[in-house]
């Protein structure tokens, strides 16, 4: 996806540091007390990652989306997950780190949409 251009890096690398920070304290603060939710965790991680790469793309516009911001934000999850083991109230889980590999993916597949639709359009 191209970058957003009227989304300055510092901007987007600031909105990326805030993405990550939210769902971290979200991630492990205890589930009664989760102040935003889809009502299905599984939901809730596919959202999160789809905007963790979105955010990631427009922060790090250099590196490879495939190689780089996925593996990136894939580790991220499992630091998450990592986390959980050790916080009373929540528990880790490989199904939780496949939504956010979904998400990563749904984001994947509308870039390569869009950028497919700017070059038939750009004709």
Same mark, same amino acid.
Do not use: C, N
């Given at each position: 996806?191209? *970058?957003?251009?009227?989304?300055?890096?510092?901007?987007?690398?600031?909105?990326?540091?805030?993405?990550?920070?939210?769902?971290?304290?979200?991630?492990?603060?205890?589930?009664?007390?989760?102040?935003?939710?889809?009502?299905?965790?599984?939901?809730?991680?596919?959202?999160?990652?789809?905007?963790?790469?979105?955010?990631?793309?427009?922060?790090?516009?250099?590196?490879?989306?495939? *190689?780089?911001?996925?593996?990136?934000?894939?580790?991220?999850?499992?630091?998450?997950?990592?986390?959980?083991?050790?916080?009373?109230?929540?528990?880790?889980?490989?199904?939780?780190?496949?939504?956010?590999?979904?998400?990563?993916?749904?984001?994947?597949?509308?870039?390569?949409?869009?950028?497919?639709?700017?070059?038939?359009?750009?004709?």
């Amino acid at each position: 996806m191209p *970058r957003f251009p009227w989304l300055p890096l510092p901007v987007a690398r600031l909105a990326l540091a805030l993405a990550v920070i939210a769902i971290m304290v979200l991630a492990l603060m205890p589930m009664t007390a989760v102040p935003v939710t889809t009502a299905w965790d599984k939901l809730d991680h596919v959202l999160a990652f789809f905007t963790l790469a979105l955010l990631a793309e427009q922060a790090f516009p250099g590196w490879s989306f495939w *190689r780089g911001l996925v593996l990136g934000l894939l580790a991220f999850g499992v630091g998450v997950e990592i986390a959980q083991w050790f916080t009373p109230d929540r528990e880790a889980s490989l199904l939780d780190v496949m939504a956010d590999g979904i998400g990563i993916a749904i984001y994947g597949a509308v870039r390569q949409l869009t950028a497919a639709w700017i070059q038939a359009v750009a004709g």
